[in-house]
């Protein structure tokens, strides 16, 4: 292949075009010939591509480089020099040499002519025992901020990419961001914000780098990468950043055959409801004799009044606690849904078969004695493994302490466990007796549904279970420990639409550096497991817990408040320095305390002592009571700047305050409770915590819960907003013959709605609100900032300069009262009224509005409002109904 190209003439990627091929995503980014460099690469054995093959697929792609023209002759050399115009830049082409400057193969700044012939030579002369292709005659590219993007593989969670600043920022500081790919442009932008050098990137006024055409580019990288699964690892460094783009300087890839194995999406498995609600289970080792684990499994199932059959199984007895009992799960008649067992480990593999050939569909291994033991038992479980596989038969264990239920009165825990309440919380823990342990001391304070121990997970592992419990009802948090994540693809995949439906929070162990594999890139050398789970964790919606205390103090949290619905918070304490850490902790995090309104002011002087300044936090001094707490929380719940309240009490006081606390209407706005020291009052503690109250012994602790709390929600609600989202149509769509754009309204669009209200008649406003109607800030974000589970506004947009304004906005709200049914109604600005927009705009939402699963359309309007009627007809809208003024249409979808 000839390598000399002419490539100059592209080597400046501006942010236009780069949207221009985004658009056309569909086609493949790397065209078939230059791919066919990787692919030739990997068929004559070679892993490494150098500098001028990387560039000439970068380019390829439309991502700027500073050129790869490669002389083989000194003669070559100059005229190539000439060519591109001094100052130029030499380097050695050789595939022996991946760190060039070290071997002294970068000759900088060539000025002349005289430069370049001896930079050639000295570099012929560096090289001469190795074999060398050439050098490649570069531009000297202008000064910019020096960035690095590396893609590298990982072995669970497959290609992830990583993005940092040059120089110091990533060898000293490891300042540095990671994301799995593929990604989106929202990954993209929050990869640059994180890393702690993105106030360089942003500059002191206006942008010292144009972060657009940075985000165009990591996108770009995610797709070249997930297209070509050859490419193992891939540096761009450095890279400089300009105002306006930027200019790749330096690239190599690392290529090898496609490994198989990762991007695992799903199994493809069925619902493992019935393993969670089994009819019948047989306990394979069940006991009569105290202190045996035997014992205690089918102890913990009838003592829990397990409502199925139960089926022990024991070769020596005749029954067990008045139970029939079975010398083997084959000599039962009646089918078995589910078995247990907890025999010696040499004994498994046989009633494992036996199971498999009886048809028990799972099996519930807690012997342990398997892989987690050494190289015999690996192998022991490799047998049963096999029986397994051969049969369609599901097992979880070996090694775990099987699966608590109490909305099925099922526990097959190991340990003797006492009485259980039903509970909201699901929980995956990879080890048995953590769970355990836990179980014991939590119970008091936090009510389970599901427990699930998952062990050596030889076949059901943490993402199955995560799966089915975002998919049970009863449950509405979600809470993993684990030591490893096996398959990370298909874990992000389970894990991302699980936290749309609930939280799901993870404390993960294993910070450490340790199982590092042997890398050749820099990015691989910084790419360590924990930083890769943890975005992974943040791509997947998830969040993560620092600790076993932070762990609970958010589960308890998520279980027993609503989230809040805003970031204002209403701190009401009894010691200043309280309200001040809470504050400091909500700023910390992301949130504010709440604005007091005047009016609202002059209400909490009638509740508080004269000599109290009335100011969030509200401090109520050492005579705060319990009346006084529910006053000021009544007053509070009636602010709309209100979304969340810590309350933070002092302990000896507690107890009085349980019962004045329940009975408070909270109207959805979570409460908090910060109790300084509250482990030495710890009867009042609980009795709080029963009520529904979580408690903290800090006030830090409680503000960040609620951020929290808060940041899951908005992060769900966008999740929503996007999926609805894909649902809208991307064909052009054009009113006029000029392009218009639709698509969901959001918090960013105040300026652009207010602009669009300011700018339409009353006449058509009064149409739309059936009042006098302008645009208010608070207007503004209610009709902005919208919940997608219950509300959503396409808009049409058009561009205007170099901005968009909006055309008309259509609204599709649903009918709490009436489960399937939505409202429509509609407003189009008055030089764009009969011009087809309504009409256009309306068939969009009532497509949009099919896909959502609604069943029918309400709209009602003014008589007058012919305009309108007009488009509902054209949209086989039937008419309903009529009083004096309005009429009232619907349309059944299906
Ligand atoms: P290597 O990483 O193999 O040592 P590079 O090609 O990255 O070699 O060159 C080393 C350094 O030289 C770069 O980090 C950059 O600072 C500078 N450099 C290389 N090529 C150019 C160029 N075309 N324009 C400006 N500076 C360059
Ligand atoms: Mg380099």
Not at 297 to 314: A, M, S
Not at 501 to 518: D, N, Q, Y
Not at 528 to 533: F, V, Y
Not at 626 to 634: F, G, M
Request: one cysteine or more; proline letters at 3%; hydrophobic letters at 40%.
């Amino acid at each position: 292949m000839n390598q000399v190209f002419s490539a100059l003439e592209n080597s400046k990627a501006t942010s236009s075009d780069n949207q221009d091929e985004s658009s056309s995503a569909k086609d493949k980014l790397l065209k078939d010939e230059l791919a066919e460099i990787i692919h030739q690469a990997v068929r004559d054995n070679r892993s490494y591509l150098m500098e001028h093959e990387t560039k000439e697929i970068l380019e390829g792609i439309g991502i700027a480089t500073t050129g790869f023209l490669v002389a083989r002759s000194e003669d070559e050399a100059l005229a190539l020099s000439e060519k591109i115009g001094f100052p130029v830049v030499l380097k050695i082409v050789s595939p022996d040499v991946v760190h060039k400057t070290d071997a002294g193969g970068v000759k900088l700044n060539l000025t002349c002519a005289e430069d370049t012939r001896k930079a050639y030579h000295e570099i012929i002369e560096t090289f001469k025992y190795q074999h060398i292709e050439g050098v490649t005659i570069q531009k000297m590219a202008k000064p910019g901020i020096e960035a690095i993007i590396g893609v590298t593989r990982d072995p669970s969670f497959g290609p992830i990419i990583m993005f940092g600043l040059g120089g110091v920022f990533v060898e000293v500081l490891r300042d540095v961001s990671f994301r799995i790919l593929p990604i989106t442009e929202k990954d993209a932008s929050e990869m640059i914000a994180e890393i702690r050098g993105a106030a360089i990137l942003n500059g002191y006024r206006g942008h010292a780098v144009d972060l657009e055409s940075l985000g165009q580019l990591l996108l770009k990288i995610s797709q070249l990468v997930m297209e070509n699964r050859e490419i193992r690892e891939l540096d761009l460094n450095p890279l400089l950043l300009y105002p306006d783009g930027y200019v790749t300087v330096d690239a190599r890839m690392f290529v090898s055959e496609p490994s198989t194995g990762e991007n695992i999406t799903s199994t493809g498995r069925e619902s493992l409801r019935d393993f969670f609600y089994p009819k019948s289970i047989a306990v394979i080792g069940a006991s009569d004799v105290k202190g045996k684990l035997g014992y205690n499994v089918f102890w913990n199932l009838i003592n829990h009044d397990f409502p199925g059959r139960l089926y022990p199984i024991n070769p020596g007895k005749d029954s067990i606690k008045g139970i029939k009992a079975y010398k083997s799960i084959l000599d039962v008649q009646e089918p078995v849904d589910m078995a247990v067992i907890i025999v010696p480990a040499k004994a498994v593999e046989a009633a494992i078969a036996d199971c498999c050939m009886k048809g028990v569909k799972y099996v519930v291994v807690e012997a342990a004695g398997f892989a987690e033991s050494g190289e015999e038992g690996k192998q022991a479980q490799e047998k049963i493994e096999k029986i397994i596989r051969d049969h369609s038969c599901r097992v979880l264990g070996p090694n775990c302490s099987g699966v608590i239920n109490t909305h099925h009165n099922m526990v097959q825990s190991i340990g003797l466990l006492g009485d259980l309440k039903k509970g909201n919380v699901g929980m995956v823990a990879q080890a048995g007796v953590y769970a355990a342990g836990i179980l014991t001391g939590l119970s008091n304070v936090l009510d389970f549904g599901i427990v699930a121990t998952i062990g050596n997970k030889m076949d059901i592992n943490e993402t199955d279970i995560l799966e089915y419990l975002s998919d049970d009802d009863h449950i509405s948090v979600i809470v993993m420990y684990m030591e490893d994540i096996r398959s990370g693809k298909r874990f992000m995949d389970v894990a991302s639409r699980a936290a749309i439906r609930k939280p799901v929070i993870i404390l993960k162990s294993g910070r450490t550096e340790a199982g590092k594999k042997a890398v050749s890139s820099h990015t691989a050398s910084l790419a360590g497991n924990d930083e890769i789970n943890s975005a992974a964790f943040k791509q997947s919606g998830i969040i993560r817990a620092r600790d076993n205390e932070h762990l609970f103090a958010l589960t308890r949290a998520f279980s027993k408040q609503p989230v809040p619905k805003g970031n204002g918070v209403l701190v009401i304490t009894y010691t200043g320095s309280l309200g001040v850490a809470a504050t400091d902790m909500l700023y910390l995090s992301d949130m504010r305390l709440s604005t007091l309104e005047p009016y609202f002011q002059k209400r909490l002087k009638n509740v508080l002592p004269d000599y109290t300044s009335i100011g969030n936090p509200i401090d109520c001094s050492f005579s705060m009571s319990p009346q006084q707490v529910k006053d000021l929380i009544e007053i509070g719940l009636e602010s709309n700047d209100v979304h969340s309240f810590i309350v933070v009490i002092q302990g000896e006081m507690l107890s009085s305050f349980v019962d004045v606390m329940k009975n408070i209407d909270y109207k959805e706005k979570p409460v908090v409770c910060c109790v300084a020291c509250k482990e030495f009052m710890i009867d009042d503690v609980v009795k709080m915590e029963q009520a529904g109250f979580p408690v903290y012994s800090t006030a830090e602790m409680a503000a960040e819960v609620l951020s929290e709390m808060y940041h899951y929600s908005v992060r769900r609600q966008s999740a929503i907003a996007d999926s609805i989202a894909r649902h809208l149509t991307r064909d052009s769509l054009s009113v006029d013959n000029m392009p218009v754009r639709l698509r969901l309204i959001n918090p960013k669009d105040i300026g652009l709605w207010t602009d669009f209200v300011n700018g339409c008649s009353q006449k058509s406003l009064w149409l739309r609100f059936l009042s006098p109607f302008s645009a208010t800030p608070e207007r503004a974000q209610r009709f902005c900032n919208l919940n997608p589970e219950e509300e959503i506004a396409v808009v049409a947009e058009m561009k205007d300069g170099d901005q968009y304004k909006f055309l008309g906005i259509a609204r599709l709200i649903k009918n709490k009262r009436c489960e399937g049914e939505a409202e429509y109604a509609i407003i189009i600005s008055d030089p764009w009224q009969n011009k087809s927009l309504g009409i256009t705009l309306s068939e969009q939402c009532i497509e949009l509005a099919k896909k959502e699963g609604y069943k029918t359309i309400r709209a009602e309007t003014l008589q007058e409002n012919y305009a309108m009627i007009r488009i509902f007809r054209r949209c086989d809208f039937g008419f309903d109904g009529k009083d004096e003024s309005m009429v009232s249409m619907s349309l059944k979808l299906s």
